[in-house]
């Protein structure tokens, strides 16, 4: 079973700059799923899709952060980043990394999903 560990995650002001980090402890797409994403939950809500990517490096992001977050990896160091520009308070939420089996539209990787246990971003007005 892939095992995700997410870090990075804080508090900043409206504006500001954050990026969270996901390391998996597998070392291939074949194990860990053929997708990567970014979920988020806020106290209240459902847990949404935020960015995606598949293995080949496609992208996939959620309108409400297109132009100002950025999905990357590393796969040398199996890890998985977010890099998240022009914060705004409601971008407050728990942020989640995934591994799953398909990357479909507005950041949605899914197919049996592998959770991590979650970084928390938060974002003062």
């Known amino acids: 079973q892939v095992q995700l560990v997410e870090s990075g995650g804080g508090s900043v002001q409206a504006g500001g700059s954050l990026r969270p980090s996901c390391v998996a402890s597998?070392?291939?797409?074949?194990?860990?799923?053929?997708?990567m994403g970014w979920f988020r939950q806020a106290p209240g809500k459902e847990r949404e899709a935020v960015a995606g990517?598949?293995?080949?490096?496609?992208?996939s992001y959620a309108d409400s952060v297109k132009g100002r977050f950025t999905i990357s990896q590393d796969n040398a160091k199996n890890t998985l980043y977010l890099q998240m520009n022009s914060l705004k308070p409601e971008d407050t939420a728990m942020y989640y990394c995934?591994?799953?089996?398909?990357?479909?539209?507005?950041?949605?990787?899914?197919?049996?999903?592998?959770w991590g246990q979650g970084t928390q971003v938060t974002v003062s007005s």
């Open positions: 597998a070392s291939t797409y074949s194990m860990r799923g053929q997708c």
């Open positions: 995934a591994s799953g089996r398909i990357l479909g539209r507005g950041g949605l990787c899914y197919g049996s999903i592998i």
């Open positions: 990517i598949a293995s080949d490096g496609t992208t």
